[in-house]
């Protein structure tokens, strides 16, 4: 794998994503620090052309419009969300189980 850090070096390791205490005297910037550093660098994989943004902006604007004219359904704060949305994927056949810990 790819050795965390500004360095484009190879390292042998377990799969183990804890970083932060794996890797800790190795600089690890954000993802925002790296994506400007690749733009200093000159490397553009990370970004469009602006024809293509352009595009972009012509097709999804006539959509942006339609779901600008929808009233978002109202929720209780730190709440899962809408009840409507429970309805919803109750209705399909999926049951949502309290206990479950991510």
Do not use: C, M
């Amino acid at each position: 794998v790819k050795e965390p850090g500004l360095a484009s070096k190879p390292v042998q390791s377990e799969l183990d994503l804890s970083y932060k205490s794996r890797y800790e005297e190795i600089y690890s910037p954000d993802a925002y620090t790296r994506l400007l550093l690749e733009a200093l660098r000159g490397n553009q994989e990370n970004f469009v052309r602006s024809d293509n943004l352009l595009e972009s902006w012509k097709l999804f604007t006539p959509l942006l419009e339609e779901l600008d004219k929808e009233i978002p359904l109202e929720y209780r704060y730190g709440s899962r969300g809408p009840q409507a949305a429970d309805d919803k994927v109750h209705s399909i056949g999926f049951h949502y189980d309290p206990e479950y810990k991510w």
